[in-house]
C-alpha cells in the first residue's frame, strides 16, 4: 500500500500567485480530509469528503480556498491568490468507510510545505 | 465545545528514561480517543487508539495509553524511551457523531543521550 500521497512535497510562490495542491487517498478509502498546521494555529481542519462530496467546509479560511474531489483518487487544494499568511504544511489524510458509528483511523500524507513570498 | 489539551509544550528526557505525555480532553460523552506522533518532515502517525472496552490501549513502538474517565485524561506512556522517539506528539478526540477529529497542539519530545 503506497499510502496516502501528497504533490508537490514543496512549493515556493509569490504572492498573488495560484497554488494547487494535490492528492491522492489510499485506494478503498471513501473520507478524504485536507488539513493545515502552522505554529500559530495547530492542526486545523480546512475540508473533508465523503464519497467525493464536500461534507464540511467550515474550515477552509476564506473564498481564496477551494478544493475539489473529481473522483475517488484524487483532490486538490487551490489558493487563488496566494498570500504569505498562507505560508504552512497542508496535510491530506484519508479514511475508510465508518463502521457502526466509530470513529476510524485517519492516514495522512507527509504534507505539501508551501511558502509564499 | 470539544476541546483537547495538551499542557506540556516541550518536554526532554534522557534515553531510557520513562515517559509521560498529558492529554485531557472536554467532552460530554466519552469520545474516542487517538495519539499521532509527527517526526521532523513527516506527517502525522498513528501510535494508538482508544474506542471502548480496556481502559489501557497497546500501540506502537513501545507505547501505550491509559484512559481515565473521572479525569478525562489519555495519557501516554513508554517505560524507556529511544532516541528515536524526538519528534512531536499529538492527542486527538474524535466525537460519536461526527467524522472529525480534533487535535491538542502537541507536545515536542526531545531526547538527549
Known amino acids: 500500500d503506497a499510502g496516502v500521497i501528497q504533490s508537490p512535497r514543496h ?107 | 465545545a470539544q476541546s483537547v489539551t495538551q499542557p506540556d509544550i516541550h518536554i526532554t528526557v534522557s534515553e531510557g528514561a520513562s515517559l509521560e505525555l498529558r492529554c485531557n480532553y472536554s467532552y460530554g460523552a466519552t469520545p474516542y480517543l487517538f495519539w499521532y506522533v509527527q517526526s521532523p518532515g513527516q506527517g502525522l502517525q498513528l501510535l494508538l487508539k482508544y474506542f471502548s472496552g480496556d481502559t489501557l490501549v497497546q500501540g506502537i513502538k513501545g507505547f501505550e495509553a491509559e484512559f481515565k474517565r473521572s479525569q478525562s485524561s489519555f495519557n501516554l506512556r513508554k517505560p524507556s524511551v529511544h532516541w528515536s522517539d524526538a519528534a512531536e506528539y499529538f492527542c486527538a478526540v474524535g466525537p460519536y457523531n461526527t467524522d472529525k477529529l480534533i487535535f491538542g497542539t502537541g507536545t515536542r519530545l526531545q531526547v538527549f543521550p
Open chain 1, 11 to 117: 512549493e515556493v510562490t509569490e504572492m498573488g500567485q495560484e497554488v494547487t495542491l494535490r492528492c491522492k487517498p489510499i485506494s478503498g478509502h471513501d473520507y478524504l480530509f485536507w488539513y493545515r498546521q502552522t505554529m500559530m494555529r495547530g492542526l486545523e481542519l480546512l475540508i473533508y469528503f465523503n464519497n467525493n462530496v464536500p461534507i464540511d467546509d467550515s474550515g477552509m479560511p476564506e473564498d481564496r480556498f477551494s478544493a475539489k474531489m473529481p473522483n475517488a483518487s484524487f483532490s486538490t487544494l487551490k489558493i487563488q491568490p496566494s498570500e504569505p499568511r498562507d505560508s504552512a504544511v497542508y496535510f491530506c489524510a484519508s479514511r475508510g468507510p465508518r463502521a457502526s458509528g466509530y470513529t476510524d483511523t485517519q492516514y495522512f500524507g507527509p504534507g505539501t510545505r508551501l511558502t509564499v513570498l
